[in-house]
């Protein structure tokens, strides 16, 4: 064995031997190596199973659905559930004498808001973007 030649554990000795990088304004100080889970709906999708993220999302706000919809696919699917959808809806305006057609409860929810809102002369109030 030669004092020359690297180990089997050097790889890992060089990432606590490596200099300290300057924190960041969050005062987290990241090191090059360091791996983050960037799969669709990361570690809070496969922790938890869908029927529990629908009743989470239940008590988020139509606003609150579109901003979480931009995170990633598996949220955006989830976001965009009917029943998420109706819930709000008949939360906001009561229950309609029936569905219009074959146009989703999303869809209907944001016609209504932004036909309120151009009544009232502002902006739509769920943030106008249906397709988040």
Do not use: I, N
Not at 35 to 44: A, N, V, Y
Not at 47 to 52: D, T
């Amino acid at each position: 064995h030669s004092d020359d030649a690297p180990g089997p554990h050097a790889a890992h000795m060089e990432a606590f031997e490596a200099p300290m990088q300057p924190a960041g304004p969050s005062g987290f100080e990241p090191h090059a190596a360091a791996q983050f889970d960037l799969t669709p709906m990361g570690s809070l999708g496969a922790c938890l199973p869908r029927e529990l993220l629908l009743r989470v999302f239940a008590f988020l706000s139509a606003q609150d659905l579109v901003t979480v919809a931009r995170v990633c696919s598996g949220m955006k699917e989830l976001a965009g559930e009917e029943v998420l959808w109706r819930r709000l809806y008949c939360a906001r305006w009561g229950k309609p004498q029936r569905q219009q057609g074959d146009t989703s409860w999303k869809a209907q929810y944001f016609a209504r808001d932004t036909e309120e809102a151009h009544a009232m002369g502002g902006p739509a109030g769920a943030g106008g973007d249906e397709d988040a």
